[in-house]
T-cell receptor, first 116, second 117 residues
Framework: AQKVTQAQTEISVVEKEDVTLDCVYE???????LFWYKQPPSGELVFLIR??????QNEISGRYSWNFQKSTSSFNFTITASQVVDSAVYFC?????????????FGKGTLLTVNP | EAGVAQSPRYKIIEKRQSVAFWCNPI?????LYWYQQILGQGPKLLIQ????????DSQLPKDRFSAERLKGVDSTLKIQPAKLEDSAVYLC???????????????FGAGSRLTVL
């Protein structure tokens, strides 16, 4: 069975601070994909990043970066120089085979509040 | 490119009443999903279609929930009769790739918020 744990329920930072959102996952599959989605107050989940299980290279995309470590089953997400518009709920998600099809499992989310 | 359209945005009903939600996915997206998001939790998959066929409905409470996707485009999700615990946001999503691809990026609609009194 697939499981995603986001231990941080809420995080509050001041604008321009860096913030890291933690994600730990469980799966028995060797091929899987990890995602981060953002859910602003409007309600629509927005795709941010995706990583497959064979690519542990960490990357930076603008103010976003991620740290994927298979040894600890973690896929952490960092926002550098946070802005008020980054305030949202952030979901980590795991896509792994559930039967004959991939199934996307979400964590419970982390509410990020960036204060001016 | 137009996004995933959902309606209604908000619905309030009494328990034991029925309700229906509608979703229009992105044009050309073969795969359509319905998720239930209870307050404070992550989205939970209810049902997944590829074209107009059901791929996965293992988490759909079939005694009260039903969904269809006619002609492989629009979809409706129905709840009858509704219970208090059905209060949630119902999210529709679509993706370009078939369900056999784990790399699928889902595009979500804004959701339909249901309150059952």
């Amino acid at each position: 069975a697939q499981k995603v744990t986001q231990a941080q329920t809420e995080i509050s930072v001041v604008e321009k601070e860096d913030v890291t959102l933690d994600c730990v996952y469980e799966t028995r599959d060797t091929t899987y994909y990890l995602f981060w989605y953002k859910q602003p107050p409007s309600g629509e989940l927005v795709f941010l990043i995706r990583r497959n299980s064979f690519d542990e290279q960490n990357e930076i995309s603008g103010r976003y970066s991620w740290n994927f470590q298979k040894s600890t089953s973690s896929f952490n997400f960092t926002i550098t120089a946070s802005q008020v518009v980054d305030s949202a709920v952030y979901f980590c998600a795991l896509s792994a085979l559930g039967g004959s099809n991939y199934k996307l499992t979400f964590g419970k989310g982390t509410l990020l509040t960036v204060n001016p | 490119e137009a996004g995933v359209a959902q309606s209604p945005r908000y619905k309030i009903i009494e328990k034991r009443q029925s309700v229906a939600f509608w979703c229009n996915p992105i044009s050309g997206h073969a795969t359509l999903y319905w998720y239930q998001q209870i307050l404070g939790q992550g989205p939970k998959l209810l049902i997944q279609f590829q074209n107009n066929g059901v791929v996965d409905d293992s988490q759909l409470p079939k005694d009260r929930f039903s969904a269809e996707r006619l002609k492989g485009v629009d979809s409706t999700l129905k709840i009858q009769p509704a219970k208090l615990e059905d209060s949630a946001v119902y999210l529709c999503a679509s993706s370009l790739l078939p369900t056999g691809s784990g790399a699928n990026v889902l595009t979500f609609g804004a959701g339909s918020r249901l309150t059952v009194l």
